[in-house]
T-cell receptor, first 112, second 117 residues
Framework: GNSVTQMEGPVTLSEEAFLTINCTYT??????LFWYVQYPGEGLQLLLK?????DKGSNKGFEATYRKETTSFHLEKGSVQVSDSAVYFC???????????FGKGTSLLVTP | GAVVSQHPSWVICKSGTSVKIECRSL??????MFWYRQFPKQSLMLMAT?????????EQGVEKDKFLINHASLTLSTLTVTSAHPEDSSFYIC?????????????FGPGTRLTVT
């Protein structure tokens, strides 16, 4: 079946540090890949997505590239801010309108 | 943007009672709604998928007679936990998908924390 594995947290970084959160997946066919973010007390929000191999999703300074050869979709940001503190979930979906398979989430804390 | 609400946000009930959780799409019509369950420090696990006017499709291992899902309209889905027990305590999250929007995006509610005493 489909599954997502992401690095365990919590991750603590100083402001302006470089962020990488690793995500790998197992899936049949060609899934779409997502990063969702959950700020304290709020629902999950889509951060970025990629629907085919070599696509790069980007939003708010975050980027992730769909790597089929390594089955990975690592999240990166060059300079994190305190406001980026949240839980980040990597997820996949086998097609539009289908349910998501989530990783366990990675908690990020950015300190001033 | 598209907004999904859940009510209540937090509920405490006694063992053996039933609890209903509502999920509403406020500004769009949801073709499909999903119900997830999240345990502390763990991933979201899909419980069921519901389409308006159809019976919900439950994931393997989810008791359909215990977790009753109704999707009576394009803006409302309900999850009823029947005869709740302490092991049902969890964080329940719904999401909604519309065929009329960004085709791959699901919109999530803020979640409902259920505590069964």
């Amino acid at each position: 079946g489909n599954s997502v594995t992401q690095m365990e947290g919590p991750v603590t970084l100083s402001e302006e540090a470089f962020l990488t959160i690793n995500c790998t997946y197992t899936a049949t066919g060609y899934p779409s890949l997502f990063w969702y973010v959950q700020y304290p007390g709020e629902g999950l929000q889509l951060l970025l997505k990629a629907t085919k191999a070599d696509d790069k999703g980007s939003n708010k300074g975050f980027e992730a590239t769909y790597r089929k050869e390594t089955t990975s979709f690592h999240l990166e940001k060059g300079s994190v801010q305190v406001s980026d503190s949240a839980v980040y979930f990597c997820a996949l979906s086998r097609n539009s309108g289908y349910a998501l398979n989530f990783g366990k989430g990675t908690s990020l804390l950015v300190t001033p | 943007g598209a907004v999904v609400s859940q009510h209540p946000s937090w509920v405490i009930c006694k063992s053996g009672t039933s609890v209903k959780i509502e999920c509403r799409s406020l500004d769009f019509q949801a073709t499909t709604m999903f119900w997830y369950r999240q345990f502390p420090k763990q991933s979201l696990m899909l419980m069921a998928t519901s389409n308006e006017g159809s019976k919900a499709t439950y994931e393997q291992g989810v008791e359909k007679d215990k977790f009753l899902i109704n999707h009576a309209s394009l803006t409302l889905s309900t999850l009823t936990v029947t005869s709740a027990h302490p092991e049902d305590s969890s964080f329940y999250i719904c999401s909604a998908w519309t065929s009329g929007g960004s085709s791959y995006e699901q919109y999530f509610g803020p979640g409902t924390r259920l505590t069964v005493t």
